[in-house]
């Protein structure tokens, strides 16, 4: 009788694990949306910009260049007896090939980053599914009691 009078008033164990599930339940379920809705985010803002914004882009450079470099031909042309505007003109050819070839190093530049940024994030979600696995280890230690 006394036993159970004293366990029923000073053992909180049943209760603290049940509110220790439940706290942990809650936690995992809300993070996990929120994460799950950033990740949602960044995958529509990375289409968008595939599909949309960078076509686009290319699109107003490619029209603005080609627009470029054929006025450029045509006042070679019409100045074509004037040998500074020649020289001129294989000195700008040399610019573009420069920066074409600029461009070229950027674009493998941003690709490696790219890979790294890919890298680091793997690594970091290998890292977060470890330290919860290692949670998980410690939660069911004090599951027991």
Known sequence: ?????????????????????YFIKEFEEKR??????????????IFETN?????KC????????HETFKRCKQVAS??????????????????????VAQWETFMKDQESKRAEVDE???????????QYAHMEKELAKYVSF
Do not use: W
């Open 1 to 21: 009788e006394a036993g159970e009078i004293h366990s029923r008033l000073l053992d909180h164990r049943p209760v603290i694990q049940g509110e220790i599930r």
């Open 32 to 45: 996990g949306l929120r994460e799950l809705r950033v990740l949602e985010n960044m995958k529509n803002t």
């Open 51 to 55: 599909e949309h914004i960078l076509p």
């Open 58 to 65: 290319e699109q107003a450079m490619h029209d603005n260049l």
């Open 78 to 99: 019409y100045f074509s007896c004037c040998t500074s505007l020649k020289s001129n003109a294989d000195k700008l050819r040399a610019g573009d090939e420069k920066r």
């Open 120 to 130: 680091e994030h793997r690594k970091a979600m290998q890292r977060l599914k470890e």
